[in-house]
């Protein structure tokens, strides 16, 4: 959706036609996704070991880019953020965040072309 906030600021004739203050581009989408499926993806995110605080790594800066990811699953859950660069050490982790979030969108892109009435999502494949 990024593409979508970027053309609005592609030249000032074409920013003038948008709002001061400019609300980034947010979409969700359902999918029916199978027990299975969800086991594995809670395996993968249980595996996820990484420094959670990194003190030595101050961070200052007027603008850039957020990240988050959350998981929940009821009590528990996972919710990640950083600000432009990635910490040390949280490597392995967003490898393995990346591939759950491509799975996902390849899901939703599955169940589109389906018109919606889709069976659950396959297993994905994670490792």
């Not at 948008?18 to 086991?39: D, F, K, Y």
């Not at 003190?55 to 880019?65: A, H, K, M, R």
């Not at 759950?100 to 297993?123: F, H, N």
């Amino acid at each position: 959706m990024r593409d979508i906030d970027l053309e609005k600021l592609r030249d000032p004739v074409e920013r003038l036609k948008h709002p001061r203050v400019l609300t980034p581009t947010i979409t969700e989408s359902a999918i029916n996704v199978s027990r299975e499926a969800v086991a594995e993806v809670v395996t993968n995110l249980s595996q996820i070991s990484l420094p959670a605080l990194r003190p030595d790594e101050g961070v200052v800066g007027l603008d850039g880019i957020g990240y988050r990811f959350s998981f929940s699953q009821g009590f528990y859950g996972l919710d990640l953020k950083w600000w432009a660069e990635l910490p040390s050490g949280w490597h392995p982790a967003l490898e393995k965040i990346e591939r759950i979030v491509a799975w996902l969108e390849s899901q939703v892109a599955t169940t589109a072309e389906q018109d919606g009435g889709g069976q659950p999502a396959t297993r994905p494949e994670l490792k």
